[in-house]
């Protein structure tokens, strides 16, 4: 039969090959759908939202041509040039580099030498640290990353400040981790609400962050309200991500205390960097400490933060490699210059913007930023902080970031790391500013 039906095709008599081995074929071709390019965008991409972009680029960024810009909106601090890292910190880079050691893969978590360099750094005798207590990043930012994505689960939530850093939602949101937000209180330096901070708090809420020094409010916690902080995690059995990148960057007359040293019951992640104390933002080496000196992590948490560390293969190993005499060889007096310059501006920006109607600048006692509130029924050309930064700009070529950008309306960023010059050109172009816009019938008491 079939060699027949092979006959037939030969013979060119298709109406008799339904039944034979190229009907098959046949059939399955005229049955089988054309490819069509079918590329859609992830699921995370989507939920990946960065809340200063969303705002700045709703923005109209046409300044006044006739005034030159003054950007007191980015927190980089070397991007205007007068504040360099030291000499000491540039020489072990070099130095890494020349030797040659460091140009192949490292661990995921860190050269184990480099590792112990930060432990020792920062070890206290009520919190010991070793190399295996420390984890490499590339930045703070990863580091924070990695601390949400190890202690959170989809569908659980984070407590996360407001004013608070912008970075913290678009993790968390990325991961389908939930974000509540806890207040901070600007009569009281920033000081945090204990009782609504607790009030948030659930069966699904997976650490609490806690940014001291905070971005953007520049303000540094005494240690009794660190304390109180401590209670309320420790009596929900909550564990802390410690936002400690601006660590040891106060003001003279403050003191700074990491968070980890002050209590033995909450297991603490603490994540720093290089980036702001040594200047270097962009040389992206940050760490996470893990405190945990009753085991309540365990060996989970730990082994969960090698395996996510694996996914980049570590931070850049040059900088690993210059770690070393980038801690222990950098001079005080470099540290202690950089704050001075930070205060110096801070005292020219709230002294002169105090006294400025319809504006309340909140004193800050570190990191590098100053919050500054609005008395927006003052003001009422501008329905909020976004349309008033918004005019600023068009205005007076000044940039400073809307508060809506760390989820607290009505107040505005400034970043002090700008030359002294700037600082008071931009303070005076802000008054006249304010005096042009200023309705005093509509006051709220605020100036």
């Known amino acids: 039969m079939a060699n027949n039906t092979n006959m037939a095709y030969m013979n060119g008599n298709e109406n008799h090959l339904s039944n034979g081995i190229y009907g098959y074929h046949t059939t399955e071709k005229i049955m089988k759908k054309k490819a069509k390019w079918n590329i859609r965008v992830s699921e995370m991409s989507k939920?990946?939202?960065?809340?200063?972009?969303?705002?700045?680029?709703?923005?109209?960024?046409?300044?006044?041509?006739?005034?030159?810009?003054?950007?007191?909106?980015?927190?980089?601090?070397?991007?205007?040039?007068?504040?360099?890292?030291?000499?000491?910190?540039?020489?072990?880079?070099k130095d890494a580099m020349d030797s040659g050691k460091f140009n192949g893969y490292a661990p995921s978590i860190g050269y184990q030498s480099s590792r112990e360099v930060v432990a020792k750094f920062y070890s206290q005798p009520d919190a010991l640290l070793e190399a295996k207590d420390v984890i490499l990043c590339s930045g703070c930012s990863q580091a924070i990353e990695l601390s949400i994505a190890v202690l959170a689960n989809p569908g659980q939530n984070?407590?996360?400040?407001?004013?608070?850093?912008?970075?913290?939602?678009?993790?968390?949101?990325?991961?389908?981790?939930?974000?509540?937000?806890?207040?901070?209180?600007?009569?009281?330096?920033?000081?945090?609400?204990?009782?609504?901070?607790?009030?948030?708090i659930d069966d699904?809420?997976?650490?609490?962050?806690?940014?001291?020094?905070?971005?953007?409010?520049?303000?540094?916690?005494?240690?009794?309200?660190?304390?109180?902080?401590?209670?309320?995690?420790?009596?929900?059995?909550?564990?802390?991500?410690?936002?400690?990148?601006?660590?040891?960057?106060?003001?003279?007359?403050?003191?700074?205390?990491?968070?980890?040293?002050?209590?033995?019951?909450?297991?603490?992640?603490s994540c720093g960097g290089l980036a702001k104390r040594w200047l270097v933002p962009g040389?992206?080496?940050?760490?996470?400490?893990?405190?945990?000196?009753?085991?309540?992590?365990?060996?989970?948490?730990?082994?969960?933060?090698v395996r996510l560390s694996q996914r980049i293969l570590g931070p850049c190993t040059i900088v690993q490699g210059a770690l070393e005499s980038?801690?222990?060889?950098?001079?005080?007096?470099?540290?202690?210059?950089?704050?001075?310059?930070?205060?110096?501006?801070?005292?020219?920006?709230?002294?002169?913007?105090?006294?400025?109607?319809?504006?309340?600048?909140?004193?800050?006692?570190?990191?590098?930023?100053?919050?500054?509130?609005?008395?927006?029924?003052s003001f009422p050309e501008f329905e909020d902080d976004v349309e008033f930064t918004m005019r600023l700009i068009s205005e007076q070529s000044v940039f400073c970031l809307p508060a809506k950008c760390f989820e607290y309306p009505n107040f505005f960023r400034v970043v002090l790391s700008v030359p002294k010059e700037m600082m008071t050109e931009a303070c005076n172009r802000i008054r006249e500013f304010c005096e042009q816009h200023y309705h005093h019938s509509y006051s709220n008491g605020f100036a």
């Open 158 to 200: 984070i407590l996360i400040p407001r004013p608070g850093f912008s970075l913290y939602k678009t993790l968390a949101l990325s991961l389908d981790i939930q974000i509540k937000l806890y207040d901070l209180l600007p009569e009281k330096g920033w000081e945090i609400d204990l009782k609504q901070l607790e009030s948030v």
């Open 283 to 305: 040389w992206r080496l940050g760490w996470i400490l893990i405190h945990d000196r009753n085991n309540i992590f365990g060996n989970e948490i730990r082994e969960g933060l």
């Open 204 to 269: 699904k809420t997976a650490c609490i962050i806690v940014n001291n020094p905070s971005n953007p409010c520049g303000s540094v916690f005494s240690k009794e309200h660190l304390q109180k902080i401590l209670a309320v995690a420790a009596r929900n059995c909550v564990p802390i991500l410690a936002d400690e990148i601006y660590g040891d960057m106060v003001f003279q007359g403050n003191k700074f205390y990491s968070m980890a040293p002050l209590s033995s019951s909450v297991p603490i992640l």
């Open 47 to 93: 939920k990946t939202y960065n809340p200063i972009r969303a705002i700045v680029d709703s923005m109209n960024m046409d300044p006044n041509p006739k005034k030159p810009m003054i950007a007191l909106s980015i927190g980089d601090p070397t991007v205007f040039g007068n504040l360099p890292t030291h000499d000491a910190v540039l020489k072990a880079m």
């Open 326 to 377: 980038i801690m222990n060889s950098t001079p005080k007096k470099f540290f202690s210059s950089t704050l001075s310059f930070m205060k110096a501006n801070a005292d020219i920006c709230y002294e002169a913007l105090s006294t400025v109607p319809g504006l309340r600048p909140v004193r800050p006692s570190g990191a590098m930023y100053l919050m500054v509130g609005i008395d927006i029924e």
